[in-house]
């Protein structure tokens, strides 16, 4: 007699659908939740349904769970393999993004883990959408020995591949030590929650007393303020988690989807021809008094709206996106009232990555100058001021980007060639009346080209007076060096804004030739 089979019901299918779902929701469990809320942290899901638009949000491999048998991992399967992953809109834009949860076996990270990132990195590179990763792990998954390491090479190496294609965007969530450091790292840039349940490090404070009898505290070793005032690791602070979310989609939006859009125009009302009135009170006419570069850009910039970028950092170097007559650019901008505007090695590194960033995705790049050269002394030449002064100069040089420059006050020596300028590759170059541009600052050139007849003087000190005044004469403005074709034209400050405009409206279809490499090798 034959079998008969009984046919499945849908209803009963979809309930245990359902079911299953709600627990892969569930992560880690009820008691796991409550415990990541006690901390003042919010889960994976709670944090992507912040960053995406309501609704939009598509969840995949919610159901993959780890492949290991060792250490009962074959008896403790939990859904999702602590990490939620997928894509969706962040307003109006799709956007990939993996969220690490805590709550599920430590949001440690496992072969099945570090597939579902690299698979969400797959999908973005196909499509052309930026990747936002949320970081709250207790880095690699033990149990999983070597083959979590593993891992973390793949999601690295997407993170590699990733460079210069997509936006890649860091939330620091939570812990990360390790090995878990360096995706955050590898990517575009890294906004930190402040709280003593968010730190990174390499080695953390119990190693660093062992090997070093240091005493250091989780915080001064590694938390949000250490890293966006000391080590420059990390770009923006965040006071909470929706204070982070909400500067991730600030930042998107000054940004192109991928490296063959441009940056997403926006109407702001603001009309291209203003003139920028009393700017120049703004900028003492005496080059020892040092000013805030800030005040400048505020007053140019559309409605003065300014994301500075690392703005805790080598402060003497003010780098961030603004928008002019609508459209986005980056700014490189000296600011004298932190180290006199002298670049060092910290505010070199600062300028380098965020020119080289904004090459790789069609942002034009605002020069303002007002520098007397790079920082001297044994502790910057020791720490290498050659190599790290170096990377401004490739970075500006191999540019193809739209390159504007606007020497505000002084221009000296080597910086004034770090910061644009024509042989180097700088499209237009302007400047206020009051700019300086020399190979030196006045007294410094003085004892150099007068050095035998300071010597021979009978008042050495009235003799440098006079030279440095006929030296000032020459050089203390722009037109010596625009009547040698250096400089394109000399403005009057209030013309800053429009003048910026038109060179940008000009210069919106240039076309560089580079030659065929595989790369070039900057002085890393």
């Not at 720490?383 to 002064?389: A, C, D, E, L, T």
């Amino acid at each position: 007699m034959a079998t008969t089979y009984e046919k499945p019901d849908m209803g009963r299918l979809i309930e245990e659908l359902r079911s299953l779902k709600a627990k892969a929701y569930q992560g880690g469990g009820e008691d796991r939740i409550k415990f990541q809320h006690s901390k003042g942290k919010l889960t994976a899901r709670e944090r992507l349904a912040l960053l995406f638009d309501e609704g939009t949000f598509n969840e995949i491999m919610t159901f993959a769970t780890t492949k290991a048998t060792e250490f009962g991992l074959d008896k403790n399967r939990v859904y999702g393999d602590g990490v939620v992953t997928g894509w969706g809109k962040v307003e109006g834009r799709t956007v990939f993004a993996f969220a690490q949860d805590f709550t599920s076996i430590g949001g440690t990270l496992g072969e099945t883990h570090a597939s579902k990132i690299t698979r969400i990195y797959e999908m973005a590179l196909k499509v052309g959408a930026p990747v936002i990763g949320i970081n709250d792990s207790g880095g690699a998954r033990i149990q999983e020995g070597a083959v979590a390491l593993e891992g973390y090479g793949a999601v690295f190496k997407a993170n590699v591949m990733a460079s210069g294609v997509v936006p890649q965007i860091t939330i620091m969530a939570g812990p990360a030590a390790g090995g878990a450091v360096y995706s955050p790292a590898l990517t575009d840039f890294i906004i930190m929650i402040k709280g003593d349940a968010y730190y990174m490090f390499v080695t953390g404070p119990e190693i660093t007393k062992v090997v070093l009898g240091e005493d250091v505290s989780f915080q001064d070793l590694g938390g949000a303020i250490i890293h966006a005032t000391k080590s420059g690791v990390v770009h923006f602070v965040a006071e909470n988690e929706n204070d982070a979310i909400n500067i991730t989609k600030r930042l998107l939006s000054y940004l192109p989807s991928n490296n063959m859009e441009d940056p997403p125009f926006l109407d702001t009302g603001d009309p291209s021809d203003r003139e920028v009135k009393d700017v120049e009170s703004v900028v003492p006419t005496d080059t020892v008094k040092p000013f805030d570069m800030r005040e400048v850009i505020y007053r140019v910039v559309d409605n003065g709206e300014f994301m500075e970028v690392q703005r805790h950092w080598a402060q003497n170097m003010v780098v961030g996106f603004a928008r002019m007559a609508g459209n986005v650019v980056g700014i490189v901008a000296n600011n004298s009232a932190h180290l006199g505007a002298a670049i060092d090695i910290d505010a070199a590194d600062k300028a380098s990555r965020f020119i080289r960033f904004c090459d790789a995705f069609n942002i034009p790049l605002i020069s303002l100058v007002d520098t007397p050269g790079y920082m001297p002394g044994t502790d910057q030449e020791y720490k290498g001021i050659i190599r790290h002064g170096a990377k401004m100069l490739y970075a500006f040089a191999e540019a193809t980007v739209p390159k504007i420059t606007v020497v505000i006050r002084r221009s000296y020596g080597g910086a004034h060639i770090a910061m644009s300028i024509k042989s180097l590759g700088a499209d237009l170059i302007y400047a206020w009346p009051s700019a300086e541009i020399a190979v030196t600052g006045p007294e410094g050139a003085v004892r150099i080209l007068y050095r035998r007849e300071i010597q021979n003087s009978k008042s050495p000190d009235d003799f440098i007076k006079e030279r440095i005044s006929e030296y000032k004469k020459l050089f203390a403005n722009p037109y010596w060096a625009a009547e040698k074709g250096l400089i394109d034209d000399v403005i009057e400050p209030k013309d800053t804004r429009k003048v910026i405009v038109s060179a940008l409206d000009t210069l919106k279809n240039k076309r560089e030739f580079r030659y065929p490499k595989k790369h070039g090798n900057i002085p890393l």
